[in-house]
Every structure is written in structure tokens, then in C-alpha cells.
């Protein structure tokens, strides 16, 4: 079974992508799609971009060591900005590529 299409090509409206050193290294069609943007608009660009707040990223990365010290997932609601400015309220999910190896970046779904 091949899962990259569960990333690719979700039929059930879920945002992917992966973040490492706070810079997007890969996101899905349904979460361009929802910000109004294309991949290669957003591959390598600063994920604090796509969020309303700059502020409100920096106290989820704050928080993400210890919420992953205790649980294996973060997740709270939060609101992306689309390409228009406008808000995107999400519901946002945050998890290790590698549990034990953090350096390896991170792994988020969005659900609006």
C-alpha cells in the first residue's frame, strides 16, 4: 500500500506538510488549495508566514518540547493566513518525523 497518496491526494480535506528548522520542506495540495497558494510558493519558505500571528508559531514552538516529552502529538487551534491576508482557523496537529530525533523536523496536519 502506497501511503504518500494519503498525503498527496487526501479525499477527506486534511492539510499536510513538513517543517524543519521552521522552513516548509513539503506540503500538500488541499492546504495550497486552502491558502491560496502554490508549493512552490511556499517549499523553503519561513512557516511563520503561513500563520495569522508570527507570535502565536513562536509560543507553539516554545510549548512543543515539553507537550512532546508527555504525548506524542501537540495540537491546539490556531489561524493560518491565506495568500489574501485573510484568517484560515485550523485545527492544528504537530508530531516528530522521528520520535527520538527532533533535528529530523516535523510532521502537521491542518484541518479547517
Not at 63 to 81: H, N
Not at 97 to 110: R, S
Amino acid at each position: 500500500m502506497d501511503l504518500s497518496s494519503l498525503f498527496y491526494n487526501p479525499e477527506f480535506g486534511i492539510g499536510f506538510g513538513i517543517f524543519q528548522d521552521n522552513r516548509l520542506s513539503s506540503i500538500n495540495q488541499t492546504l495550497c488549495d486552502d491558502l491560496g497558494y502554490t508549493a512552490s510558493e511556499l517549499i523553503g519558505e519561513d512557516i511563520r508566514n503561513i500563520f495569522l500571528s508570527p507570535e502565536n508559531f513562536q509560543q507553539i514552538l516554545d510549548d512543543l518540547p515539553r507537550v512532546l516529552q508527555e504525548q506524542r502529538y501537540f495540537e491546539t487551534e490556531t489561524r493560518f493566513k491565506g495568500k489574501n491576508g485573510e484568517p484560515l482557523p485550523v485545527w492544528l496537529r504537530i508530531a516528530r518525523l522521528e520520535e527520538t530525533q527532533p533535528e529530523k523536523g516535523y510532521f502537521f496536519t491542518a484541518q479547517n
